[in-house]
């Protein structure tokens, strides 16, 4: 019997089928590695993509549960091996966000990660009893704030607006997640619509006790 018009031979129904399965596979495979990664990956900024301003994480046992999932747990009153800081700043649509004081830290109940705010200055202070890499995803995480290449909380889409990352006054590219704190470092992500020029603020004027 001639085969019908538009009907394809069954071998190539049969390769159509396995080629389908094999990209069903891969998706698969391919998801479970991103997600693994979302998971367990230091830099990687698990935060709530909520509208500014972003409070500190309210009560000890969020703090505690926040600090976790950062990986960076209670250091309170232990002997520093590293005491450095750095310095973020945020600006979205023309307009500083405040970081808040008493993010990873809470002295009333003696509870202090490796990653902490004093104040609403900006100043992230790296206090850990071991020498180790600590990154802004960490802080955000802890924070519970939202950050990646194209977003920080609800704001940024990557296409009416765009997400500039500068670091000491040096405009960087790639995942702000992953950047390194380094002592006196100077941070700025400025959140601003697609094709604005923008360019980094005057340097942060640290008070002299942190040189």
Do not use: C
């Not at 031979?9 to 990664?37: D, F, I, K, N």
């Not at 202090?112 to 202070?125: D, E, V």
């Not at 940024?156 to 006054?169: I, K, M, Q, Y």
């Amino acid at each position: 019997m001639p085969r019908s018009r538009g009907t394809l031979p069954a071998g190539r129904v049969l390769s159509a089928r396995l080629v389908l399965a094999a990209l069903v596979v891969v998706t698969v495979v391919a998801a479970g590695v991103v997600s693994h990664e979302r998971a367990t990956s230091k830099s990687m900024a698990h935060g709530a993509a909520a509208a500014p301003p972003w409070p500190a994480p309210a009560g000890l046992s969020t703090k505690t549960d926040r600090g976790d999932l950062a990986g960076l747990h209670n250091v309170y009153g232990e002997k520093l091996a590293e005491h450095i800081h750095s310095h973020l700043s945020i600006v979205i649509d023309g307009q500083h966000v405040a970081v808040p004081g008493q993010v990873g830290l809470d002295e009333s109940d003696h509870f202090a990660t490796s990653l902490h705010t004093h104040n609403t200055s900006g100043i992230i202070h790296i206090e850990s009893p071991v020498k180790s890499t600590f990154t802004l995803g960490q802080f955000f995480t802890e924070w519970n704030v939202r950050l990646d290449r194209f977003h920080v909380g609800s704001a940024g889409d990557g296409f009416a607006e765009s997400l500039t990352v500068f670091v000491d006054g040096r405009r960087v590219v790639g995942d702000p997640a992953a950047i390194v704190l380094r002592d006196l470092e100077d941070i700025e992500l400025v959140i601003a619509p697609t094709g604005m020029a923008v360019h980094p603020e005057t340097a942060f004027d640290w008070p002299s006790n942190y040189h």
